[in-house]
Each structure stands twice: as C-alpha cells, then as structure tokens.
C-alpha cells in the first residue's frame, strides 16, 4: 500500500509499505479520507521538525477485516461500516490511564513503519489498523464527516471537562476550525448564546453565518457581555487575560489550543479567589468524547455545520499539494484521499 512520509521541510513522499496484518481484536480500515492538522503544517512547515514522519491521525474509512476473537461483538465495526478511529495508542496502565485520563497517557505516543520511519498516525494511507475498541462507528454520514471525528472528539472532551451546560453563556476565542467546532458543538449542546472572537473579520463574518449570536475583535469582545464559559482555541498572548475579563461570577476558562512555550499571563489570584473562577486545560480527547462524537456525525444534526468547514480535497497521489495548500493558505480542514 502506499503511505504518505515527510522526509524534509516542504517535501512529502508517497511510499509502499506492507498492509498491516491484523490481530485478533483489531479491525482493518481502507483510508477514505484524512484531515490536515495543526501538526501536519509544522511537520510540513520545518517548526516541527522531526523526520523522516508518516503522519495523519484524522482518519475515516471502510472496515474491510475483523479479528476474530471480536468478530460479531455487540458495538464492533462489521466488515462495510464506515468508522471514525482513535490512533492514539492509549497503555491502559500508566497513571494517567488507570485515573481515567488516557489523553495523558505517560507512554510515548506512537510507533513505526515496516522500515523503521517514525509514524505519528500515518493516516495518509490507504490503509490503517485499530484495535477494534478504537474504531466509532458514523453510520451514513458522509466521509468527510467521519473524518472530522477525532478533532470533534477533542471539542467534546473540551465541553465535558470545561463542564458546558444547557443554557450557559459561551465565547469562543478563535474563529479557525477548532473554534467553530466548539461554536457547532455549543448550539448543538443548548448553549444560550455564543459568540466568537478573532483578529480576521472575514471569519469573524463566517462565524455570523455559520450562527454566531454575536462575534469580535479581541479589543471590542467586552460588547458581547458576561460569559458562563470562555473556550480559548488560539493560544495567543493576552488571550487568557481576554477570556478571564469576559468572565461572569463561578465562570470557567478552558484553555483548548496550545500556546508557545513563552508565553507568561498575568493572572490576579485575588480575583479568580473572589469570583470563583476556574482555568481549564484540556489536551486531546478520551473513549467517551469520541463516542459522543461519532453519535453526533452518525445523527446528521451537525452536517451543514460540517460541510462549510471542508476548504478542499486531493487524492492520495496529490497529497503534497494538499499539505502545501494547508501550510500556505488561511484553511479550516484540507482532506486527503478518495
């Protein structure tokens, strides 16, 4: 089969690997789509540089092989379902794992091809195999959508840890493709309003389109009053100062996206004390975000919401292109394969 390795800042090559053997608790997935991250585009970019890398952990596909000892189980993938996979490779007994917190598993993250490269998912594949608990089933959604399951997975374990409820008050600070997911997953969820803060007023006016009760610069955010929960998806500096000051009493912060490892805020003690405010950070996604996910994309409830974040999609072969378009150009999601 072929899989698509990073061998050097700009360069991306597709090479032939064996297609994975499967075992007795795992399912084989033909690739149909896979989405360019964040991490794809420092790979791609040099910031990260670490290579040669077979990356790619957004990934939906067909079941084409069930091992046998969960062949027939009760909530596992059949041969011809379209799932949604969870490539982390969760050790189920570390620290983190046994408290319940597998997005913080102690064990390195990740593992290799047959010739040794580095693969950090290597989703940008024809083929992926899974344990057979890692693999949500989306019904007929579309596979584009399936293929969003890992980041939706990632806003819900936002949601859940941020504790969102029905009827709060939500601001979103960062418009970008984690940001409006979290404005989708918010109204599907009940929120009462929820508005969005970017520097880009083109995506601040998409936000509007896309539901928005209101959205902002950072400098006119106040307009949109006091929030229930703040959800930081640009790890920008001043950001964690912005989302406290847009803060109600017994308020949440939740730091969702990374920011540089420089950066320092300045937060007042006294005040987070006083009003009973919390700061939140959320990192990944676990078993139970990733059923809630594949349950939403299965329901179509969220498709137009899906829809409008597909910016483009290139096949296996053109996959340099798709990470040069990712890499270059203002994107919400870049697909692979098909």
Same mark, same amino acid.
């Given at each position: 089969?072929?899989?698509?390795?990073?061998?050097?800042?700009?360069?991306?090559?597709?090479?032939?690997?064996?297609?994975?053997?499967?075992?007795?608790?795992?399912?084989?997935?033909?690739?149909?789509?896979?989405?360019?991250?964040?991490?794809?585009?420092?790979?791609?970019?040099?910031?990260?540089?670490?290579?040669?890398?077979?990356?790619?952990?957004?990934?939906? /596909?067909?079941?084409?092989?069930?091992?046998?000892?969960?062949?027939?189980?009760?909530?596992?993938?059949?041969? #011809?379902?379209?799932?949604?996979?969870?490539?982390?490779?969760?050790?189920?007994?570390?620290?983190?794992?046994?408290?319940?917190?597998?997005?913080?598993?102690?064990?390195? @993250?990740?593992?290799?091809?047959?010739?040794?490269?580095?693969?950090?998912?290597?989703?940008?594949?024809?083929?992926?195999?899974?344990?057979?608990? @890692?693999?949500?089933?989306?019904?007929?959604?579309?596979?584009?959508?399936?293929?969003?399951?890992?980041?939706?997975?990632?806003?819900?374990?936002?949601?859940?840890?941020?504790?969102?409820?029905? #009827?709060?008050?939500?601001?979103?600070?960062?418009?970008?493709?984690?940001?409006?997911?979290?404005?989708?997953?918010?109204?599907?969820?009940?929120?009462?309003?929820?508005?969005?803060?970017?520097?880009?007023?083109?995506?601040?006016?998409?936000?509007?389109?896309?539901?928005?009760?209101?959205?902002?610069?950072?400098?006119? &955010? &106040?307009?949109?009053?006091?929030?229930?929960?703040?959800?930081?998806?640009?790890?920008?500096?001043?950001?964690?100062?912005?989302?406290?000051?847009?803060?109600?009493? #017994?308020?949440?912060?939740?730091?969702? /996206?990374?920011?540089?490892?420089?950066?320092?805020? =300045?937060? =007042?003690?006294?005040?987070?004390?006083?009003?009973?405010?919390?700061?939140?950070?959320?990192?990944?996604?676990?078993?139970?975000?990733?059923?809630?996910?594949?349950?939403?994309?299965?329901?179509?409830?969220?498709?137009?919401?899906?829809?409008?974040?597909?910016?483009?999609?290139?096949?296996?072969?053109?996959?340099?292109?798709?990470?040069?378009?990712?890499?270059?150009?203002?994107?919400?999601?870049?697909?692979?394969?098909?």
């Amino acid at each position: 089969m072929r899989v698509a390795v990073v061998t050097a800042p700009e360069q991306v090559d597709l090479r032939e690997e064996p297609v994975p053997e499967i075992g007795p608790e795992d399912v084989l997935v033909r690739v149909g789509r896979t989405g360019l991250c964040t991490m794809e585009r420092r790979l791609y970019l040099g910031t990260k540089p670490i290579y040669p890398v077979a990356p790619g952990h957004e990934v939906a /596909g067909e079941v084409v092989a069930v091992g046998d000892a969960v062949a027939g189980l009760p909530g596992v993938a059949a041969v #011809g379902d379209t799932v949604t996979v969870d490539l982390l490779t969760r050790c189920g007994t570390c620290t983190s794992c046994r408290r319940g917190r597998s997005a913080l598993c102690k064990r390195p @993250q990740g593992g290799a091809l047959a010739d040794g490269t580095i693969s950090m998912g290597a989703g940008f594949a024809e083929f992926v195999k899974v344990k057979a608990l @890692q693999a949500f089933r989306t019904g007929d959604a579309p596979i584009a959508h399936a293929a969003m399951g890992e980041p939706l997975a990632c806003v819900a374990h936002s949601a859940r840890l941020g504790g969102l409820r029905a #009827g709060d008050r939500v601001a979103v600070i960062g418009a970008g493709y984690m940001g409006r997911l979290h404005l989708a997953l918010a109204r599907f969820k009940g929120a009462a309003s929820v508005g969005l803060i970017d520097i880009s007023r083109e995506r601040l006016t998409q936000a509007r389109e896309a539901g928005a009760d209101w959205a902002s610069t950072p400098e006119e &955010a &106040a307009a949109g009053g006091k929030q229930d929960v703040v959800f930081v998806t640009a790890g920008a500096p001043g950001a964690l100062e912005t989302a406290l000051s847009l803060c109600d009493d #017994g308020g949440t912060v939740v730091l969702f /996206g990374a920011f540089p490892k420089d950066v320092l805020a =300045g937060v =007042g003690p006294d005040h987070v004390h006083h009003h009973e405010l919390s700061i939140v950070g959320v990192y990944s996604q676990e078993p139970q975000d990733w059923t809630e996910a594949a349950a939403i994309i299965a329901s179509g409830r969220l498709a137009a919401e899906l829809d409008a974040l597909v910016t483009a999609t290139y096949p296996l072969t053109d996959v340099d292109a798709a990470f040069r378009l990712a890499a270059e150009s203002p994107v919400y999601r870049v697909l692979v394969g098909g």
